[in-house]
């Protein structure tokens, strides 16, 4: 199974863009990389995923390496309620899971 | 258009006590999924349904049994609840099943359990 490793936390000031890494250094080729995110204590909520092209959607877009080990999050113009933790998902290969890490605890900070 | 339904929203078990968490979507979803959050921690898969008539056991499905009722419900009970599984619970659907890997998972809003 492919694991994902992400940082902690990030901080970000409103306005700016936040751009949140994600390293999946084993991942397999047909194997997609998602994006959720959780503000406070909702569901979890999806906000976008790609295989090897970069992918743009109204929330954010997704940056991933030619070699596919890592991947980017961008918001472009974070705002306050943008503050969440955010998870990268490796869709688990012969399998309909999907297993998610600690996440990256952003904070959009005025 | 309501999504992922959870009920109840709250629940306080005393050990021992079983009960029931109920979960629908009306999005026509094949899969469907259980989590559990604990504070501070991400999500573990507790049991999912590719599809209606199946299940499979996630990383964490010890003291949990579930049963996909019909294609938009997906119950998760526990017979004989501990502390140990006081918890946020979450329940999720996707629109493919077994084999696919380009479908997101939609979540309902969780079901809050204390078990004292």
């Known amino acids: 199974d492919a694991k994902t490793t992400q940082p902690t936390s990030m901080d970000c000031a409103e306005g700016r863009a936040a751009n949140l890494p994600c390293n999946h250094s084993?991942?397999?080729?047909?194997?997609?990389v998602y994006w959720y995110r959780q503000i406070h204590s909702q569901g979890p909520q999806y906000i976008i995923h790609?295989?090897?092209n970069n992918e743009t959607n109204e929330m954010a877009s997704l940056i991933i390496t030619e070699d596919r080990k890592s991947s980017t999050l961008i918001l472009p113009h974070a705002t306050l309620r943008d503050t969440a933790v955010y998870y990268c998902i490796v869709r688990v290969r012969n399998n309909n899971d999907m297993r998610f890490g600690a996440g990256t605890r952003l904070t959009v900070k005025p | 258009n309501a999504g992922v339904t959870q009920t109840p929203k709250f629940q306080v078990l005393k050990t021992g006590q079983s009960m029931t968490l109920q979960c629908a979507q009306d999005?026509?979803?094949?899969?469907m999924y259980w989590y559990r959050q604990d504070p501070g921690m991400g999500l573990r898969l507790i049991y999912y349904s590719a599809s209606e008539g199946t299940t499979d056991k996630g990383e964490v499905p010890n003291g949990y049994n579930v049963s996909r009722l019909n294609k938009r419900e997906f119950s998760l009970r526990l017979e004989s609840a501990a502390p140990s599984q006081t918890s946020v619970y979450f329940c999720a659907s996707s629109e493919y099943g077994r084999g696919s890997y380009n479908s997101p998972l939609h979540f309902g809003n969780g079901t809050r359990l204390t078990v004292t």
């Open positions: 084993t991942i397999s080729g047909n194997e997609y």
């Open positions: 999005m026509n979803h094949n899969s």
């Open positions: 790609g295989l090897k």
